[in-house]
């Protein structure tokens, strides 16, 4: 592994070169990161299982034809991905209010918003990732109208996807964050959905109790962080035991 070209480390993930022209390894840390990397830990086995979860929703996705990035789990903490252009945006669903929104309208965390909100975030660490409207993709280029259109879309088909599945095993899908890249195909440019889906990028609460199933248990220094993602995997019968 140490041989390998690393191409860009992040603060969950390295991407290392792959063995094939257009192909990236992306590699899952244990490393937790909050509040724009002012709060940071380890975490043991996160990274295993974002590898295993990131994998399913990807595979899942797919399934239904959403195009992805994902080509194959090629061991605990490793995936092989198309290697695609990042746009530079987050783009964020919501369907329940929790986290930033909550806090930038005032409203309490845990109300029904009055419908999906589909928001996108300037990928920029040091600004903290503002939030931008689609004037502002416009006119500093950073995505064209077809690839907004079709980030909107696919985030919704995700959004209906997701929700449906955790639904499924008793687990709320209250928001998200995905990112998307350009797949360079010869003369066509394809938008790819890209990087990770995990519970490090979703909100994800039980149906019954509320109780918080994702990185909220980090940032909010609620423990059992790694044992919430192993409970999620286990729901979804991506894993066998929770322990
Ligand atoms: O913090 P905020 O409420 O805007 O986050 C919305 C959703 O996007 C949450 O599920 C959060 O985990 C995810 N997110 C993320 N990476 C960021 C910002 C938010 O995965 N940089």
Redesign the pocket.
């Known amino acids: 592994m140490s041989r390998r070209r690393k191409i860009y480390e992040g603060k969950a993930k390295i991407l290392y070169e792959g063995p094939e022209p257009g192909t990236l390894i992306q590699y899952f840390k244990d490393d937790a990161t909050a509040f ?1 990397a002012e709060k940071r830990a380890v975490l043991d086995g996160k990274g295993v299982l974002n590898n295993r979860l990131s994998e399913y929703f990807m595979t899942r996705l797919a399934g239904i034809g959403i195009p992805t990035h994902f080509i194959k789990r090629l061991n605990m903490r490793e995936q092989l991905v198309k290697q695609v252009e990042i746009i530079p945006l ?1 783009v ?1 669903v ?1 369907n329940v209010a ?6 930038r309208f005032g409203i309490t965390e845990g109300e029904a918003l009055p419908r999906t909100l589909v ?1 996108f ?1 300037y ?1 920029k660490d040091e600004l903290g ?1 503002p939030l931008v409207t689609e004037e502002h993709i416009a006119a500093f280029g950073w995505a064209n109208p077809q690839e907004v259109e079709d980030m909107v879309g696919t985030a919704l088909r995700v959004n209906d996807f997701l929700a449906g599945l955790f639904a499924g095993v008793g687990i709320r899908l ?4 995905i990112e998307f890249g350009r797949l360079y195909e010869g003369e066509m440019v394809r938008t790819v959905l890209a990087d990770e889906i995990s519970p ?4 994800l609460w039980d149906m019954e109790t509320n109780e918080k199933l ?3 248990r980090f940032r909010r220094d609620l423990g059992n962080v790694t044992e919430a993602y192993a409970e999620v995997a286990t729901r979804l019968g991506i894993i066998k035991t929770s322990t």
Do not use: L, Q
């Open positions: 724009n987050e964020v919501r929790a986290g930033s929104i909550a806090k928001e975030y990928k990732d209250v928001d998200f964050k490090d990028s979703c909100r994702d990185k909220d």
